[in-house]
């Protein structure tokens, strides 16, 4: 759908898509650490797995950057993960000073349940929407991302 008059976006226009993206984000935020409660793992956790589960094994630098953490507390986050066999520290058999953190069978696991029940949750939530609608608002999601990377 085009606009019919692109020079009539104003800031308000704008102001109000940051501020739906700001609340639908508050909302899967807490619908998501609600599910949370039946795992024993932290909503930091889940995002280290998360990562872990979409880009495979990284070093505690690269884990560090992608969760926007010190080393010294993704390291005390790996630690608690390793100790509940959700993930390993794997070392490199060519460099043994380059550490890789692997996502271990009940890590994958626990994401998986987890994403499928956000899904489910969003399924619910899109059922007053038409199949032109949903996908509509996928293709503009997708568009909004490629933008924003």
Known sequence: MELENPQKVTGDFFANIEKDLRYISGIIKQKGREMLNNYKITPPQFVALQW??????????????????????????????EKNLLVERV?????????RIHLLEEGERIIDEVIKKRQV???????NFSTEEIQLLQTN???LHQEMR
């Open 52 to 81: 872990l589960f979409e880009d495979g094994d990284m070093t505690i630098g690269e884990l560090s950057n992608k969760m926007y953490l010190a080393c010294s507390t993704t390291t005390d986050l790996v630690d608690r993960m």
């Open 91 to 99: 070392k490199n058999p060519n460099d043994r000073r380059v550490v």
């Open 121 to 127: 949750y969003l399924e619910e939530v899109l059922t």
């Open 141 to 143: 999601l997708m568009k």
